[in-house]
């Protein structure tokens, strides 16, 4: 097996030239072979640039500072090539210091294959990766990682953001205390991130973001997407496929999903439009908002109103202590289901629209400005309850409440 080995030491080198008083530098550069394999870059304490070039080699070069030459004299940068691949690797010495500060760092800037598959791992310092025609997986933390043009992996970071802008294959991206933004992936995305921002645009496949404490924005999904977080808003727009939303203390927006739409949350706005499939909100403290729905709405809250428009299959309304408005009807005969408390009832129907309907209230009026054919009718002090049909009749209208009205207008 073909094994090159490089040390370099700043020991066997001339001596740095003085920058300034406080600081020493140094240039290290080794370029090596490549015959296939994994090039593993193992660093800390600086930046780390990665690009590709057409050449078969890889090339390595180490900018060292520190406020102490012995520092720069001490510090190891390895290059080892063999058949496995090439590894590179940053070796800091130890430090002793008696009430000094000492300063340091070192960069690190490589040239590898497009077609090489990169491992790399750093801490304390910027990792920026491009042009890679291979899986990369990329591990750092205290600092940002920025990929451009690769060809899927796994992308991993602490406190610190990422930036990712093209991906060929499928990638998997984690943070925790720094923001995600992500375009251009063709493949399955997913995203797992806490306490900072999530916005993804672009998405070739499906989609998958778990995030706590941070929004998430995502935009142009072509397939299935699962969103979830806390504390903070999603918003979600153009996805090509089912959707699944889980969220509490936040506003949920979602517009134009080519699929069913279930969004499940707490204490939050929910707003849904142009949903072409069935639309299932679970919700309480937080207000309902949804029109232009191909398929049926379920929805469910409490302490707030729910306003429906323009749905194409059944209704089915639970609410407590929150209006309840309902408009648009498109099928040719939507089932009605509307309950809620403390609140008015508002149904808004087509003039040749067929219903069979059962309204109960208590400290409340029922009022139909539609003609309606009673079965049965009764109001006193305290409750009323109408029983008929509104044109033919058979599509079902089931509204209940109680302190408050209930009103059947025309469109």
């Not at 403290?285 to 398929?295: E, Q």
């Not at 309304?317 to 309950?339: F, T």
């Amino acid at each position: 097996m073909l094994r090159i080995s490089k040390w370099i030491a700043v020991a066997m080198l001339l001596t740095a030239p003085l920058i300034a008083e406080d600081r020493t530098e140094q240039t290290l550069s080794e370029t090596v072979d490549y015959h296939g394999g994994m090039v593993t870059v193992e660093h800390g304490f600086g930046r780390v640039s990665v690009h590709t070039w057409p050449r078969n080699e890889v090339s390595a070069r180490a900018h060292i500072r520190s406020s102490d030459p012995d520092f720069i004299r001490n510090f190891g940068f390895t290059v080892d090539s063999g058949s496995n691949g090439v590894v590179i690797h940053a070796m800091y010495p130890a430090i002793h210091t008696h009430g000094e500060d000492i300063s340091y760092s070192a960069d690190v800037e490589l040239s590898i294959p497009e077609r090489a598959p990169l491992k790399l791992r750093s801490r304390f310092g910027s990792v920026q990766v491009s042009g890679l025609r291979a899986p990369a997986e990329i591990v750092n933390s205290q600092g940002s990682v920025e990929v451009h043009d690769i060809r899927g992996g796994r992308v991993e970071n602490r406190f610190g953001s990422i930036i990712i802008g093209g991906s060929d294959g499928d990638l998997t991206v984690q943070n925790a205390n720094g923001s995600i933004a992500i375009t251009d992936v063709q493949g399955q995305l997913t995203v797992a991130n806490r306490f900072a921002s999530v916005s993804v645009d672009r998405v070739g496949g499906g989609l998958s973001i778990s995030n706590t404490n941070g929004s998430v924005n995502a935009t142009d999904i072509k397939g299935p997407t699962s969103i979830s977080t806390t504390f903070a808003s999603i918003t979600a727009r153009n996805i090509g496929g089912p959707m699944s939303i889980a969220d509490s203390n936040g506003n949920v927006t979602a517009l134009n999903v080519a699929g069913d739409l279930s969004v499940d949350t707490r204490f939050g706005l929910v707003k849904a439009e142009r949903i072409r499939g069935s639309l299932t909100v679970e919700n309480s403290n937080g207000s309902v908002s949804a029109t232009d729905i191909n398929g049926s709405a379920h929805v469910k809250t409490s302490f707030a109103p729910v306003f429906l428009r323009g749905v194409d299959g059944a209704v089915d309304v639970e609410n407590q202590n929150g209006a309840i408005g309902i408009s648009g009807l498109r099928g040719g005969c939507n089932s009605v289901s509307l309950h809620t408390t403390y609140s008015p009832i508002k149904i808004a129907i087509a003039s040749n629209a067929s219903y069979t309907v059962s309204a109960r209230t208590t400290y409340g009026m029922i009022t139909t400005e539609v003609p309606l054919t009673a079965t049965s009718k009764s109001a006193n002090d305290n409750s009323s309850s109408l029983s008929g049909t509104i044109g033919g009749g058979g599509c079902r209208m089931d509204l209940t409440t109680s302190n408050g009205g209930i009103t059947i207008t025309k469109e």
